[in-house]
């Protein structure tokens, strides 16, 4: 158990839906951050929060978005779903708002859009 | 355009011998770079970092090596076991933004 929590860990959703996944950070960290993987792809990086602000996007669409909470949880909204939206979606939290000693990842959400 | 190259989707070596793992990368901002691990259902794990200012670091069976001119960092993992066997992400960092490569998933055989 890395202390980085993501609920749902399966999703199956058909297209044009909407859904939030959500990520509980370690404990003490107040950097999370969202990362996208597809299929034999890299994990691509979607949004960073730092203590309830936005510090920095990444490959991010307009159908999707985040927010981050005064307890710290964060939630990854994805609307309008497509296809090619499928893909494993990780959480990671870190204790600094830069680059320190790596990031701590949470198991992921896989969604599967039909 | 990929940022961070891992050129080398699979790598199979035999236990006990030496796993090298390759990662290129084209942006000369990059700052610092980390290797992660990821076994299957589960999220990379943090392995090893390295700074620009550097261009060595150990951490027991792992060493990563730097060369900045070449733009090109490795893993090393010496002697390699059947537990290593998994995906390995290079990543490299400028401020905020991690880039994360494709991954190498390596096979270490008994």
């Keep these: 158990d890395s202390g980085v929590t993501q609920t749902p860990k399966h999703l199956i959703t058909a297209t044009g839906q909407r859904v939030t996944l959500r990520c ?25 929060y730092y203590n309830g602000e936005e510090r920095a996007k990444g490959n991010i669409l307009e159908r999707f978005s985040a927010q981050q909470f005064p307890d710290l949880h964060s939630e990854l909204n994805l609307s309008s779903l497509e ?14 708002s830069g680059p320190g000693d790596g990031y701590t990842f949470g198991s992921g959400t896989r969604l599967t859009v039909v | 355009d990929q940022q961070v190259k891992q050129n ?12 090298i793992l390759n990662c290129d ?3 000369s901002m990059f700052d610092y770079f980390l290797w992660y691990k990821k076994y299957p259902a589960e999220g990379p794990t ?23 001119s070449a733009k ?10 059947p537990g290593d066997s998994a995906v390995y992400f290079c990543a490299a960092s400028e401020g905020q933004n991690f880039v994360f490569g494709p991954g190498t998933r390596l096979s270490v055989l008994p």
Excluded at chain 2, 72 to 81: D, E, K, R, T
């Design chain 1, 24 to 48: 509980s950070p370690r404990s003490g960290d107040l950097s999370v951050y969202w990362y996208q993987q597809s299929l034999d792809q890299g994990l691509q990086f979607l949004i960073q």
């Design chain 1, 83 to 96: 296809l090619g939206d499928s893909a494993l979606y990780f959480c990671a939290s870190s204790a600094y």
């Design chain 2, 8 to 19: 080398s989707p699979s790598l199979s070596v035999q236990e006990g011998r030496i796993s």
């Design chain 2, 25 to 27: 990368y084209t942006n």
């Design chain 2, 46 to 68: 943090f392995l090893i970092s390295i700074s620009s200012i550097k261009d060595k670091n150990e951490d027991g069976r792992f060493t990563v090596f730097l060369n900045k």
């Design chain 2, 72 to 81: 090109h960092l490795s893993l090393h993992i010496v002697p390699s076991q």
